[in-house]
C-alpha cells in the first residue's frame, strides 16, 4: 500500500473514532428454516478470487480500492441443484416446473416448501415473471448496520441466468428477518439453472463508519432473538410500507441480541 492510500486510510479510522465509531462491526448469522434440514445451507463465506500473481506492480489485484472492495462482500452458496422453466397449466396459468423430471435431485414437496411463483399482479412487467426461493439466513447486529443482497456480479458465469436477481437492503439492527431469493425471470424460452455450491447471492454490509470492517459470526439463537424474529416476520402479509414499522421494533427489541455460538 503506498503512502498516501495508508494516509488516508488512517485518517478516516481516527476521524470515524474521534466520532465515537466503531473501526469494526460483529454481525451475527443463522439459518431460520422452519422445515428443518439446516444442514443445506452453507455458511456465509468470504469473496476471494484465484487469480495469479500479479506480473506487475500496477496490477489490479494490488490496487487497495479493488481489495477492500472485494474483501467488503460475502458469498451465499446456492443450496441445491436444480433446472427451473416457466410452463403454463391446464387452466392457463404459468407454473413452475422443474426440467430434471425423475432425475430432479429434489422431490415436489421440498419444491414447493422452498419456491414460489409470484401471482402477476404482483411482477414489475406483465412478461417477466417474479419467483422466490426461500433463503433463511438471518444477519443481526447490536449497533447500526444494513444488509445490501445482491446479484453475485463478482463472479462469472459460463451461462448466464436469464433475469435479473432482485436486490434489497434493511437494517439488521432492527430487522434481523430471514432473506429471500427473488428472481425476475426476463426470458422465459430459457432454464433457470442453479447449482449447488455456486454463488447465489452476495451480501455486504453498511455502517455508521464507512472505513469500518465487519466480523462475521455464526449466531446463537437465542430465546430473545427467536421471539424476536417472530414479532416482525411475514408482517408484509398484513401491512404495506413495513420501513414505517420499524420506530415500533426498536422500542420492542432487547438491549443486546448478538451472541457468537461457542
Same mark, same amino acid.
Given at each position: 500500500?503506498?503512502?498516501?492510500?495508508?494516509?488516508?486510510?488512517?485518517?478516516?479510522?481516527?476521524?470515524?473514532?474521534?466520532?465515537?465509531?466503531?473501526?469494526?462491526?460483529?454481525?451475527?448469522?443463522?439459518?431460520?428454516?422452519?422445515?428443518?434440514?439446516?444442514?443445506?445451507?452453507?455458511?456465509?463465506?468470504?469473496?476471494?478470487?484465484?487469480?495469479?500473481?500479479?506480473?506487475?506492480?500496477?496490477?489490479?489485484?494490488?490496487?487497495?480500492?479493488?481489495?477492500?472492495?472485494?474483501?467488503?462482500?460475502?458469498?451465499?452458496?446456492?443450496?441445491?441443484?436444480?433446472?427451473?422453466? !416457466?410452463?403454463?397449466? #391446464?387452466?392457463?396459468?404459468? =407454473?413452475? &416446473?422443474?426440467?430434471?423430471?425423475?432425475?430432479?435431485?429434489? +422431490? *415436489?414437496?421440498?419444491?414447493?416448501?422452498?419456491?414460489?411463483?409470484?401471482?402477476?399482479?404482483?411482477?414489475?412487467?406483465?412478461?417477466?415473471?417474479?419467483?422466490?426461493?426461500?433463503?433463511?439466513?438471518?444477519? !443481526?447486529?447490536?449497533? #447500526?448496520?444494513?444488509?445490501? =443482497?445482491? &446479484?453475485?456480479?463478482?463472479?462469472?458465469?459460463?451461462?448466464? +441466468? *436469464?433475469?435479473?436477481?432482485?436486490?434489497?437492503?434493511?437494517?439488521?439492527?432492527?430487522?434481523?428477518?430471514?432473506?429471500?431469493?427473488?428472481?425476475?425471470?426476463?426470458?422465459?424460452?430459457?432454464?433457470?439453472?442453479?447449482?449447488?455450491?455456486?454463488?447465489?447471492?452476495?451480501?455486504?454490509?453498511?455502517?455508521?463508519?464507512?472505513?469500518?470492517?465487519? +466480523?462475521?459470526?455464526?449466531?446463537?439463537?437465542?430465546?430473545?432473538?427467536?421471539?424476536?424474529?417472530?414479532?416482525?416476520?411475514?408482517?408484509?402479509?398484513?401491512?404495506?410500507?413495513?420501513?414505517?414499522?420499524?420506530?415500533?421494533?426498536?422500542?420492542?427489541?432487547?438491549?443486546?441480541?448478538?451472541?457468537?455460538?461457542?
Amino acid at each position: 500500500m503506498k503512502w498516501e492510500d495508508q494516509f488516508a486510510e488512517d485518517f478516516d479510522r481516527d476521524e470515524s473514532e474521534r466520532k465515537g465509531r466503531s473501526r469494526s462491526v460483529t454481525v451475527g448469522w443463522t439459518v431460520r428454516f422452519p422445515q428443518g434440514s439446516d444442514a443445506i445451507w452453507a455458511p456465509p463465506k468470504p469473496f476471494t478470487r484465484n487469480d495469479p500473481k500479479p506480473a506487475s506492480a500496477k496490477s489490479v489485484q494490488v490496487c487497495p480500492a479493488a481489495i477492500d472492495f472485494d474483501r467488503r462482500h460475502f458469498v451465499i452458496p446456492c443450496p441445491i441443484d436444480i433446472t427451473l422453466s !416457466v410452463m403454463r397449466g #391446464p387452466n392457463g396459468q404459468l =407454473q413452475l &416446473a422443474d426440467m430434471d423430471g425423475e432425475k430432479s435431485a429434489m +422431490r *415436489p414437496q421440498g419444491r414447493n416448501s422452498m419456491m414460489m411463483l409470484h401471482p402477476q399482479s404482483e411482477w414489475r412487467h406483465p412478461e417477466r415473471p417474479i419467483i422466490q426461493i426461500v433463503a433463511p439466513y438471518v444477519f !443481526v447486529a447490536d449497533e #447500526p448496520c444494513y444488509v445490501v =443482497q445482491t &446479484a453475485p456480479y463478482l463472479d462469472w458465469f459460463p451461462t448466464p +441466468r *436469464p433475469g435479473l436477481m432482485m436486490g434489497g437492503r434493511f437494517p439488521v439492527h432492527i430487522w434481523p428477518r430471514p432473506l429471500s431469493w427473488g428472481f425476475e425471470w426476463h426470458d422465459v424460452s430459457k432454464p433457470l439453472v442453479l447449482k449447488r455450491g455456486e454463488p447465489w447471492f452476495y451480501v455486504r454490509f453498511e455502517t455508521e463508519n464507512p472505513a469500518a470492517h465487519v +466480523r462475521l459470526v455464526e449466531q446463537e439463537m437465542t430465546e430473545d432473538l427467536s421471539t424476536y424474529i417472530d414479532s416482525i416476520i411475514d408482517v408484509s402479509n398484513y401491512v404495506n410500507k413495513t420501513y414505517s414499522l420499524f420506530g415500533e421494533a426498536r422500542r420492542m427489541r432487547p438491549d443486546r441480541l448478538v451472541k457468537p455460538k461457542e
